[in-house]
Structures are given as C-alpha cells and as structure tokens.
C-alpha cells in the first residue's frame, strides 16, 4: 500500500486502500465512534454474508459483503449500513442490495449512504426488495442503552 493514498481505519486498526467509497465508509464510522458513541467492538467493516448473493454467480464484493454492521450489546446486528461513493446515487438498486444483505443478518435498521444523502429504515417483517416493509426515519435512531438523541444524520 501506498501510505499517500491509505486510510487508516478506526474500528480494523489498519491502513485500507484510499477510494470514493472507502472515504464515505470511513467518514461513517468516524460518525458511530466519535458522534453517537458506539462502541468499536459492537462495530464490523466488510464482512461476509453468507446466503446474500441472490444470484449463482461467483462471490464479488457486492454479493456478499457488508460495508458496515452495528451490533446491540447481545451482539444481534442492530443496524446494517451500506456506503456507495459520493457520485452513485441511493437508487432501487442500492436498497435491493441492502435488503439481500438484511434478510441474512435481520437488523432492525438499513441505512445506505453516499456521504451526501442518507436513508436510514426501521425494518418490518417483511423482507424482501422493496421499500414498503420499512418505515424511513427523518433521524439517526438511538442506539441500545444511549440516551435519547434525535440529532439529525446529516448534521
């Protein structure tokens, strides 16, 4: 790696490839650790899901690894986030991928994020790849045993 063009990651404690996507990723666990206190350990970056590919195709980055996932203090996936660079936008296809990922994981909130917009969702029962099980949220939820806090995402 090229120490120009690295990040060095708060939550895996190493230099990870600098990039669009990695800087928006890095930007959002900047946020869970140092805005809304969450613990490091609670906290895992691109990690596998299995069962998540939707497809028979090989294993790429996006059928089957999550950005980020936030657990609750049992270690239940809390909260699934999924990162894109800046330039793509928070499309159907960003929620379906998304949804994939949480049917594997069930996490009670789905949030995707360019590091410009932010859509974060309480999810339902159901589960599939559309928006209607989901109820989106003006802000941040509050985290397991935090105290209440109803600051926006995008402050």
Same mark, same amino acid.
């Given at each position: 790696m090229n120490a120009s063009s690295d990040r060095l990651d708060p939550v895996r &404690?190493?230099?990870v490839a600098d990039? %669009?996507?990695? /800087? *928006? &990723?890095? /930007?959002f666990l &900047?946020?869970? !650790?140092?805005e809304r206190s969450i613990p490091r350990g609670l906290i895992s970056v691109e990690s596998g899901v299995s069962g998540a590919s939707g497809s028979t195709a090989p294993r790429t980055r996006d059928s089957g690894r999550t950005d980020i996932v936030v657990h609750d203090r049992t270690g239940r996936p809390w909260m699934l986030i999924e990162c894109k660079a800046p330039d793509v936008p928070l499309d159907q296809s960003v929620w379906n991928q998304a949804a994939r990922y949480n049917r594997v994981l069930d /996490?009670?909130?789905v949030l995707v994020t360019n590091g410009?917009?932010?859509?974060? /969702?309480? *999810?339902?029962e159901a589960?599939?790849? =559309? %928006?209607?099980?989901a =109820?989106? !949220?003006a802000?941040? %939820?509050?985290? %397991?045993d935090m105290k209440n806090d109803d600051r926006s995402i995008d402050d």
């Open positions: &404690r190493r230099l990039g %669009p996507e990695e /800087a *928006v &990723r890095q /930007a &900047r946020y869970l !650790l140092e /996490a009670r909130y410009r917009r932010h859509l974060c /969702a309480e *999810v339902q589960k599939d790849e =559309s %928006p209607d099980g =109820s989106f !949220l802000t941040f %939820p509050e985290y %397991p």
